[in-house]
């Protein structure tokens, strides 16, 4: 198979957004770092190793050729599923928040759903590839992959980590589209997720909670409706230019999470609308690079990877943006490349690696179609 030079303007806006993440970090944790671990740098140390180790990992995975993860596919789902499962195992299992998401070993915790991100692209490239026309049969095509991502989806669910199941419920849909999938099928496993959805949400105490603030936050400033309060100042006082990188407010113990799930609330009011707008455009950009990779990749397997793994990122991104400005109920998702989060952004690098090594790739190889 001929090379092609990798997609350095996706390699650059990936760079951008991860450099960018590191600034805010640091900006959004400095002061409550200080206060909690007497030491500013605490986040930004911590960052800088995942930062590093990210880019060692995205390096080292554009130079793996992407048709070994066709092979790999099975295996990467079992490994999923048993990390999935030692969550919940005593004295490995890490709880935080009343949510039990991590593994916590020698002081450093791994959070296994951000990896169930990828084995689901995998698995659902390898099945779309594979099965291709046969998608469009029931039995065959469409029953087997949902009920795995199913399944996988059931783990991260009991982790109470609802955002990460929507979102991998949601790109695992937009591909079964992009495959070829039924309409009338999509149509069905929607309709049956309602009822669970809706016992979800509301069977839950604080889930219930989330939307009745989501509905009227200011019923419920004082609890459940305080941070997406706090969210709303942050970017009112941002305005067009902002108060300048480092002056903001709402990082002063306002609002809850400011270096993790919403520091883009920080970003708002720290870089204004200015900045705001240049972030989004970032994510715009990397969606029109990752589309034009699928587009352009050798095989159905490469197609598919790409589409995954562009839709995994940007749509996280966009739930993320409509989280933090009120468009959505609160809930716990990082945004890609810039919050807080060693796992998130190392897998997030792993999957850039991916869709370079995919975009270097040159003439058509049918051999996995």
Same mark, same amino acid.
């Given at each position: 198979?001929?090379?092609?030079?990798?997609?350095?303007?996706?390699?650059?806006?990936?760079?951008?957004? %991860? !450099?960018? *993440?590191? @600034?805010?970090?640091? =900006?959004?944790?400095? /002061?409550?770092?200080?206060?909690? +671990? $007497?030491?500013? &740098?605490?986040?930004?140390?911590?960052?800088?190793?995942? %930062? !590093?180790? *990210?880019? @060692?990992?995205?390096? =080292?995975?554009?130079? /793996?050729?992407?048709?070994?993860? +066709? $092979?790999?596919? &099975?295996?990467?789902?079992?490994?999923?599923?048993?990390?999935?499962?030692?969550?919940?195992?005593?004295?490995?299992?890490?709880?935080?928040?009343?949510?039990?998401?991590?593994?916590?070993?020698?002081?450093?915790?791994?959070?296994?759903?951000?990896?169930?991100?990828?084995?689901?692209?995998?698995?659902?490239?390898?099945?779309?590839?594979?099965?291709?026309?046969?998608?469009?049969?029931?039995?065959?095509?469409?029953?087997?992959?949902?009920?795995?991502?199913?399944?996988?989806?059931?783990?991260?669910?009991?982790?109470?980590?609802?955002?990460?199941?929507?979102?991998?419920?949601?790109?695992?849909?937009?591909?079964?589209?992009?495959?070829?999938?039924?309409?009338?099928?999509?149509?069905?496993?929607?309709?049956?997720?309602?009822?669970?959805?809706?016992?979800?949400?509301?069977?839950?105490?604080?889930?219930?909670?989330?939307?009745?603030?989501?509905?009227?936050?200011?019923?419920?400033?004082?609890?459940?409706?305080?941070?997406?309060?706090?969210?709303?100042?942050?970017?009112?006082?941002?305005?067009?230019?902002?108060?300048?990188?480092?002056?903001?407010?709402?990082?002063?113990?306002?609002?809850?999470?400011?270096?993790?799930?919403?520091?883009?609330?920080?970003?708002?009011?720290?870089?204004?609308?200015?900045?705001?707008?240049?972030?989004?455009?970032?994510?715009?950009?990397?969606?029109?690079?990752?589309?034009?990779?699928?587009?352009?990749?050798?095989?159905?397997?490469?197609?598919?990877?790409?589409?995954?793994?562009?839709?995994?990122?940007?749509?996280?991104?966009?739930?993320?943006?409509?989280?933090?400005?009120?468009?959505?109920?609160?809930?716990?998702?990082?945004?890609?490349?810039?919050?807080?989060?060693?796992?998130?952004?190392?897998?997030?690098?792993?999957?850039?690696?991916?869709?370079?090594?995919?975009?270097?790739?040159?003439?058509?190889?049918?051999?996995?179609?």
């Amino acid at each position: 198979m001929d090379r092609r030079p990798i997609d350095y303007p996706l390699l650059v806006v990936a760079l951008m957004l %991860m !450099a960018i *993440g590191m @600034l805010m970090v640091y =900006s959004a944790s400095a /002061i409550y770092a200080q206060d909690l +671990y $007497k030491d500013s &740098y605490y986040f930004l140390k911590k960052e800088m190793v995942f %930062m !590093a180790a *990210g880019l @060692l990992l995205m390096f =080292s995975v554009k130079s /793996i050729n992407y048709h070994i993860y +066709y $092979k790999l596919t &099975y295996p990467l789902l079992l490994v999923t599923v048993l990390l999935l499962m030692v969550t919940f195992i005593p004295g490995i299992g890490h709880k935080a928040g009343g949510a039990q998401r991590w593994i916590g070993i020698a002081g450093i915790t791994v959070q296994p759903s951000e990896l169930a991100k990828l084995a689901v692209i995998i698995f659902m490239a390898y099945t779309m590839a594979k099965k291709k026309e046969k998608m469009k049969n029931f039995k065959i095509g469409f029953l087997p992959a949902i009920g795995v991502i199913g399944f996988i989806a059931g783990l991260v669910l009991l982790q109470k980590d609802l955002g990460t199941t929507f979102v991998i419920c949601l790109v695992a849909f937009l591909m079964f589209f992009i495959g070829g999938t039924r309409l009338s099928y999509l149509a069905a496993g929607i309709v049956a997720a309602i009822p669970a959805l809706y016992f979800l949400i509301f069977a839950v105490d604080y889930r219930r909670k989330r939307i009745l603030a989501f509905l009227n936050p200011w019923e419920h400033q004082m609890d459940e409706g305080f941070q997406i309060i706090q969210s709303y100042v942050a970017f009112n006082s941002g305005g067009l230019t902002g108060t300048g990188l480092g002056q903001g407010k709402q990082k002063l113990f306002y609002l809850p999470a400011a270096h993790t799930d919403f520091i883009f609330s920080v970003i708002g009011e720290e870089l204004g609308l200015i900045g705001v707008f240049c972030i989004l455009g970032l994510f715009i950009f990397f969606l029109f690079r990752g589309t034009k990779i699928a587009m352009k990749a050798p095989d159905l397997f490469g197609s598919y990877l790409a589409i995954g793994i562009t839709a995994m990122i940007t749509s996280q991104a966009l739930i993320n943006f409509a989280v933090v400005m009120g468009l959505l109920p609160t809930k716990g998702l990082p945004l890609p490349f810039i919050s807080h989060g060693g796992t998130s952004l190392l897998v997030v690098s792993i999957l850039v690696g991916i869709l370079l090594n995919i975009s270097s790739q040159g003439s058509k190889d049918y051999a996995h179609e």
